[in-house]
Nanobody, 112 residues
Framework: VRLVESGGGLVQPGGSLRISCVAS????????MGWYRQVPGKQREFVASITRFNGVDYADSVKGRFTISRENAKNTLFLQMNSLKPEDTAVYSC???????WGQGTLVTVSS
């Protein structure tokens, strides 16, 4: 499975951004998918996940601000990020939960 993220960029504190991850192949609808983020020099951390049945889970730090969703017809995973804070700045990567498939990441920078 090949994963390609897009949609990162520079946004002001309090702003919104939606990032996407497109997966190759024909099994996306069966996959449990997740978003993770990493700041240079720090460990990668869990952000959100969504099961094949659309069950979702979030890190406490993003609950109420971020929404994970999927569009199986387009093999695409989304992360809608609202009320962004400077501490949300990181490289965001999508991941197939339970498997060693990662995207290359997209950089989100929250700064004024």
């Amino acid at each position: 499975v090949r994963l390609v993220e897009s949609g990162g960029g520079l946004v002001q504190p309090g702003g919104s951004l939606r990032i996407s991850c497109v997966a190759s192949g024909s099994v996306f609808r069966l996959l449990h998918m997740g978003w993770y983020r990493q700041v240079p020099g720090k460990q990668r951390e869990f952000v959100a996940s969504i099961t094949r049945f659309n069950g979702v889970d979030y890190a406490d730090s993003v609950k109420g601000r971020f929404t994970i969703s999927r569009e199986n017809a387009k093999n695409t995973l989304f992360l809608q990020m609202n009320s962004l804070k400077p501490e949300d700045t990181a490289v965001y990567s999508c991941h197939v939960e339970g498997m060693d498939y990662w995207g290359q990441g997209t950089l989100v920078t929250v700064s004024s």
